[in-house]
């Protein structure tokens, strides 16, 4: 059973900074990709951000420049470094794993999710 448990969201003032950390309790020999999503009240969850086990780095074009996302493999940890953000970046920040096993991928898993509000 995985396990997702983000933390470091919060409120911040325009033009602020927000570190996020996703640490996932999993045991696989597989490779693990990992993404952030993010939904605002009245929209659809939408992606922000993954890594995979290269640490070959995906951004959504919104947040390219501004956020960067890395990890720790040692310990099934992800960060999302946030810096310049503004109100459209105010939303649920979710964390999502999936395995890769010989090029299959296995089925995805959610954390809870984790508030980030903007405040202009």
Avoid at 9 to 17: D, H, I, K, L, P
Avoid at 57 to 77: I, Q, W
Wanted: charged content about 15%; hydrophobic content about 30%.
């Amino acid at each position: 059973q995985v396990q997702l448990v983000e933390s470091g969201g919060g409120s911040v003032q325009a033009g602020g900074s927000l570190r996020l950390t996703c640490a996932a309790s999993i045991h696989t020999y597989c490779n693990i990709h990992m993404s952030w999503f993010r939904q605002a009240p009245g929209k659809e969850r939408e992606f922000v951000s993954s890594i995979d086990s290269n640490n070959s780095t995906d951004y959504a074009d919104s947040v390219k420049g501004r956020f960067t996302m890395s990890r720790n493999n040692a310990e099934n940890t992800v960060y999302l470094q946030m810096n310049s953000l503004n109100a459209d970046d105010t939303a649920m920040y979710y964390c999502k794993l999936i395995t890769l096993c010989s090029g299959v991928y296995g089925p995805s898993a959610w954390g809870q999710g984790i508030q980030v509000t903007v405040s202009s």
